[in-house]
Structures are given as structure tokens and as C-alpha cells.
């Protein structure tokens, strides 16, 4: 699986402050606007977008034959960064990028200088259950995300 070649593009001066920006499941790193990219990059930041395995440019897998897993999702973040000589980076992650933002930083926080996660579930809890279900093989504990859960809202009186 390693192999799978990984489209990105990066933007601004290899100088400035690196941020990788990490699009959500199937979707494609194109999809964080030229605009917003192109704001970063004013701001004095050195930008990359990719395309996940299967997604947009990258390379595609036939995944019957060879399936890969969140984990292999995963280790593409961090052979994006090393593609682009990058130790560490400000990591922005969308939806399931964002999960992949926080396992990251869990697992090799040197390589995250800081972390923004945006429409995601804590790693854990809501699809962030599913993919580390995934990954470990092993459920959450039960309880673990209950203490943020409402059964229903408080009455109002009326």
C-alpha cells in the first residue's frame, strides 16, 4: 500500500510556516477554496493540499483485491509532509480530516504544531468511534462520550 502515489500541491514560500490541510473522506483537496488558500498564503504561510488514495489525482487501488485501512489513510499524512521536506506542520483537517488531524497528533505530536479541526467528531466519539473502532480493532469503552450527550433538552416550564 505504500505505494499508492499521493497527488498535492503546495502554495507560497518553503520559508513560511507550513500548513497541511487535510480534506474530509472522498473528497478532494481541491475542495479547500482557491481563495482561502490564497488568504493563507498572504498571511506569510506556506500551504499543501493532497488528494487521499482513491480520491481526485492520487493513485486509485483496486480494493478488492488489496484493501487498505484508516490506518494506511493515515500514514499518507505523514508521507505527504515528507514529500515535502516538512518535520512538523499546522495541521487542518475537514470532517474525516480532521479525525485524521487528531490521530496524528495523538500518536506523533512532534510532526503537529497545531491542530484545527473543523465539522468533525472528537476522536472517539461519533464517526470518530467508527474509525478508531477501526484502527484498534476494539470498541470504546462504554460510556466513554455519554457525559456530552443529551437524551432530550431540559423542560422550559411552559
Not at 36 to 59: P, Q, W
Amino acid at each position: 500500500m505504500q505505494n499508492t502515489p499521493i497527488w498535492s500541491e503546495e502554495f507560497g514560500s518553503r520559508t513560511d510556516e507550513p500548513i497541511l490541510l487535510i480534506m474530509g473522506s472522498m473528497s478532494q483537496g481541491i475542495l479547500w477554496p482557491d481563495e482561502f488558500v490564497g488568504r493563507l498564503v498572504a498571511g506569510g504561510r506556506r500551504v499543501i493540499r493532497y488528494d487521499h488514495r482513491d480520491t481526485g489525482l492520487s493513485g486509485t487501488v483496486d480494493f478488492a483485491a488489496e484493501p487498505y485501512t484508516w490506518d494506511d489513510i493515515k500514514d499518507d499524512v505523514y508521507r505527504v509532509l515528507d514529500a515535502h521536506g516538512l518535520d512538523s506542520a499546522h495541521l487542518v483537517g475537514h470532517s474525516a480530516g480532521g479525525l485524521l488531524g487528531q490521530y496524528v497528533a495523538v500518536e506523533r505530536p512532534e510532526r503537529v504544531r497545531s491542530l484545527t479541526v473543523i465539522a468533525s467528531s472528537p476522536l472517539g466519539c461519533g464517526e470518530g468511534e467508527v474509525i478508531m473502532r477501526a484502527l484498534t480493532g476494539r470498541p470504546q469503552p462504554e460510556g466513554a462520550c455519554r457525559s456530552r450527550r443529551r437524551s432530550s433538552w431540559p423542560s422550559t416550564g411552559s
